[in-house]
Every structure is written in structure tokens, then in C-alpha cells.
T-cell receptor
Framework: GEDVEQSLFLSVREGDSSVINCTYTDSSSTYLYWYKQEPGAGLQLLTYIFSNMDMKQDQRLTVLLNKKDKHLSLRIADTQTGDSAIYFCAEIFNAGNNRKLIWGLGTSLAVNP | DTEVTQTPKHLVMGMTNKKSLKCEQH?????MYWYKQKAKKPPELMFV???????INESVPSRFSPECPNSSLLNLHLHALQPEDSALYLC?????????????FGPGTRLTVT
């Protein structure tokens, strides 16, 4: 079946860059998303990228997409303690007449002062 | 108004109780979703409403009963739940049902079944 994989943990020092990686299997995915979830909170859409793009930048966030390798990454520049959260990668999966989000297991980012 | 609100924030219920979770958005979104999320796991889709009609039911047990009274409101009625149903229940909405449109999530209701 369709699958999205992420590494489960990442630890960085405050001020460093963080890179969270994701691989997906559905080559027909048109949109790929990054969501952030802080402890005890709901999910916040961080950014998304359309499949015809290689890169998207939004302030401290840079998304890179390698369609050939089905690899997506999220780079957070100048990582702050407030960036500590779980980051979920998600892709669109076409299921008949419906489209659903397929989620990775999430990468838990710990930012150390 | 760009948020999805959910009430209550926390709920503790016994296995014989009947309770309801509520979700509201005023963004003019015509797709609304219920997800269940266990700790440190991704959300699991339960139901999708498209233009106030149920379009996806991910084989959810009948003790969970969704309702969409109008385009702004979404309810989840709970009855005879089991302890393993304890989880964070998230509501989301998107402009249209097509998953190309990003989903906006509420803060969730943390449910504990005793």
C-alpha cells in the first residue's frame, strides 16, 4: 500500500539548522505537506509543495522535493526552542473518487539550548 | 476568522455514557473531517463530510456517530465506548473536499474512557 516514511527523532542545538526527511511511495502525489504538532496541541499546517516544484522557501522554512527519488525534506534555519514539536509529512493518495492524506509517523524534533 | 474550534477540550466518560464532541468553523469550508490520534502517532481519518453529506467512513465502529447539521458545524456522538477509544479527537476543515486543499485542524478534544 501507499506509505510515507520519516525518521522518528532529531536533536539539534539552538541556532543550528534542522533537516527533517521524508520518503513517499505514490508517484502520482500532487501535493505534499508538512504539519507541526506541539505537545498537547492540534496540527498546524506549516507548508506544502506542489509536485511540479523542486523547492519552496517561506521565511525560515525550506522544502526540497526530489520527485525521482520520492524524497521530501524540510529545513528549518536558525532552529529555536519553540520549534520543538513533532513534524508530520503527508502526501495525497488517490483512492477512487476520494483523495486522502497519507501520513508519516512523525519526526520528534528536540531543540537543545 | 481562520480557525477551527472544538469543544470540550477534555472529556472523561464511562463506558455506558453518551456524549458528543463539537466542532465549528466559519471559513466557508465545505469539507469537514474527524480524526483520531493516539499519543505520538499520526492522525487516523475517521469520517469526511463533503457539502454536509457523509462521503467517507473509514470502517469506524458504530459507537461513533458523526453528524453535520450545517456547513459550519460537525458533531461526533459517542456511545458505549471502550477504554481503547481514549485518544485525541481532531476536527479539520478544508475549502473543498479534494485533498489538494489544505486541511485546517482544531486543537482537539482529549477523550478518556474509564
Amino acid at each position: 500500500g501507499e506509505d510515507v516514511e520519516q525518521s522518528l527523532f532529531l536533536s539539534v542545538r539552538e541556532g543550528d539548522s534542522s533537516v527533517i526527511n521524508c520518503t513517499y511511495t505514490d508517484s502520482s502525489s500532487t501535493y505534499l505537506y508538512w504539519y507541526k504538532q506541539e505537545p498537547g496541541a492540534g496540527l498546524q499546517l506549516l507548508t506544502y509543495i506542489f509536485s511540479n516544484m523542486d523547492m519552496k522557501q517561506d521565511q525560515r522554512l525550506t522544502v526540497l522535493l526530489n520527485k525521482k527519488d520520492k524524497h521530501l525534506s524540510l529545513r528549518i534555519a536558525d532552529t529555536q526552542t519553540g520549534d520543538s514539536a513533532i513534524y508530520f509529512c503527508a502526501e495525497i493518495f488517490n483512492a477512487g473518487n476520494n483523495r486522502k492524506l497519507i501520513w508519516g509517523l512523525g519526526t520528534s524534533l528536540a531543540v537543545n539550548p | 476568522d481562520t480557525e477551527v474550534t472544538q469543544t470540550p477540550k477534555h472529556l472523561v466518560m464511562g463506558m455506558t455514557n453518551k456524549k458528543s464532541l463539537k466542532c465549528e468553523q466559519h471559513m466557508g469550508h465545505r469539507a469537514m473531517y474527524w480524526y483520531k490520534q493516539k499519543a505520538k502517532k499520526p492522525p487516523e481519518l475517521m469520517f469526511v463530510y463533503s457539502y454536509e453529506k457523509l462521503s467517507i467512513n473509514e470502517s469506524v465502529p458504530s459507537r461513533f456517530s458523526p453528524e453535520c447539521p450545517n456547513s459550519s458545524l460537525l458533531n461526533l456522538h459517542l456511545h458505549a465506548l471502550q477504554p481503547e477509544d481514549s485518544a485525541l479527537y481532531l476536527c479539520a476543515s478544508s475549502y473543498r473536499p479534494n485533498a489538494r486543499y489544505e486541511q485546517y485542524f482544531g486543537p482537539g478534544t482529549r477523550l478518556t474512557v474509564t
